[in-house]
């Protein structure tokens, strides 16, 4: 390979790591403003969603960039339409987190509300797939991306844990309603996200094997 075309390759990668930790800070943002009920983070996290956009669009400029000029094959084809994709997946995980943000901004002032249920641990656990699923990229590592298709389930698990807490607690104390659709949006956009950050990790085995694993009922 061109030593020209390895460095810019080495450029993608690093834009696209760049573009991962952004990604990742807003979805913690996005949901620590909503536990802390802080409309001043909700509304960062939703102005800087153009600087996601901007950058997404750099990445997919350099990636038909290096398409055109280089045309690339195998390994390198491979790696270049992954990171077009997962260029993608990213963006929408930035849009789901200014989601989450957008709900706390538009809460009735001054209302209060209380639930018992922890979003941080359903966040922490989506940032950990969103972070594997970028590892397996940049380790070139099968099996991480494997273990983040396995955890999608563990989101989805927890997702349809709260939509029956909320059913319920909507009967009990209706005068929280608004609280407890917060409460649901935010678990849906979070379930969204762990939906994107397989796509990622799919991605990636097709990257690596060259094996379609979507739409497959055993990804393992």
């Not at 609280?179 to 991605?203: F, Q």
Request: glycine fraction near 2%; charge should be negative.
């Amino acid at each position: 390979m061109p030593q020209h075309m390895q460095r810019e390759l080495d450029t993608l990668q690093k834009k696209l790591l760049s573009l991962s930790s952004l990604v990742e800070e807003q979805v913690i943002t996005a949901v620590t403003s909503v536990e802390k009920r802080d409309i001043t983070s909700a509304q960062r996290v939703i102005s800087f969603d153009h600087n996601i956009d901007m950058l997404e669009i750099e990445v997919e400029e350099d990636c038909l960039k290096l398409l055109a000029l280089h045309q690339p094959v195998a390994i390198d084809l491979r790696f270049i339409i992954a990171v077009m994709k997962i260029n993608n997946d990213l963006e929408r995980i930035a849009d789901l987190a200014a989601n989450i943000a957008d709900r706390v901004v538009i809460l009735p002032k001054g209302e209060s509300f209380n639930f018992n249920v922890n979003l941080m641990t359903m966040c922490e656990k989506v940032v950990l797939m969103l972070r594997q699923c970028l590892d397996s990229l940049f380790k070139m590592d099968v099996s991480i991306a494997h273990k983040v298709c396995k955890s999608d389930d563990d989101i989805d698990n927890i997702n349809r844990e709260i939509v029956r807490y909320v059913k319920e607690e909507i009967i009990r104390t209706p005068k929280q309603v608004n609280g407890y659709l917060l409460l649901l949006s935010v678990a849906r956009n979070l379930e969204r996200i762990a939906d994107h950050a397989t796509n990622i990790a799919e991605d990636v085995i097709y990257m690596i094997n060259g094996d379609i694993v979507r739409h497959r009922e055993n990804k393992t």
